[in-house]
């Protein structure tokens, strides 16, 4: 079983719809997570940071952390053409190493 | 403020050759990650530095190594490639061991 778990899709949506993605994990010493949006051939660019269970909003983009289910998720609204990429879960105990998910590829059709 | 860089961007090599990629820090950062990404899979932990000194290692066999410089710059080597080895690798570098990393734009090793 690895470590992180995430559908690797792909997921495609209308312009203007939610998206919604998530990871569960097996590790219950990861403690801090992470979403990182990657677009073809370019590298990982941090999207969202989160260390507690709860929700945290930036813009369009929210991320959820529910450490008793062991499970997080990203929800993008009004989703734009320019929204589509792969999209990285990624959480890490309080050391330096970086779990990450497969990847879930997402196309927001115009 | 300028991000983290590598070089080259794209590079192939044949099966037992040697190669040698680079990666700048971002600006302040003392930190650099390592990762490998095979096509449609998520980047795997190869080894991070920490002002030069090797901090952590993932579970890749010591042909892989690296090196820190003073400037906090960083080299991969890969030793004896095998086909397997064919991948982006992503360099992250961070403020410190622990903090968020941000990722350059990788390199894409080719190895027939």
């Known amino acids: 079983q690895k470590e992180v778990e995430q559908d690797p899709g792909p997921l495609s949506v209308p312009e203007g719809a939610i998206v919604s993605l998530n990871c569960t994990y097996s590790?219950?010493?990861?403690?801090?997570f992470m979403w990182y949006r990657q677009y073809s051939r370019k590298g990982p660019e941090l999207l969202m940071y989160?260390?507690?269970?709860g929700n945290k909003e930036d813009g369009r983009f929210t991320a959820q952390v529910d450490k008793s289910s062991k499970y997080i998720s990203l929800f993008i609204r009004d989703s734009q053409p320019s929204d589509s990429a792969t999209y990285l879960c990624a959480m890490r105990t309080n050391d330096y190493k970086l779990s990450f998910g497969a990847g879930t590829t997402v196309t927001v059709r115009a | 403020e300028t991000g983290v860089t590598q070089s080259p961007t794209h590079l192939i090599k044949t099966r037992g050759q040697q190669v040698t990629l680079r990666c700048s820090s971002q600006s302040g950062h003392n930190t650099v990650s390592w990762y490998q990404q095979a096509l449609g899979q998520g980047p795997q932990f190869i080894f991070q530095?920490?002002?030069?000194?090797?901090?952590g290692r993932g579970n890749f066999p010591p042909r892989f190594s690296g090196l820190q410089f003073p400037n906090y710059s960083s080299e991969l080597n890969v030793n004896a490639l095998e086909l397997d080895d064919s991948a982006l690798y992503l360099c992250a570098s961070s403020p410190g061991g622990a903090d968020t990393q941000y990722f350059g734009p990788g390199t894409r090793l080719t190895v027939l």
């Open positions: 989160t260390y507690s269970s």
């Open positions: 530095y920490y002002r030069e000194e090797e901090n």
């Open positions: 590790n219950s010493a990861f403690q801090y």
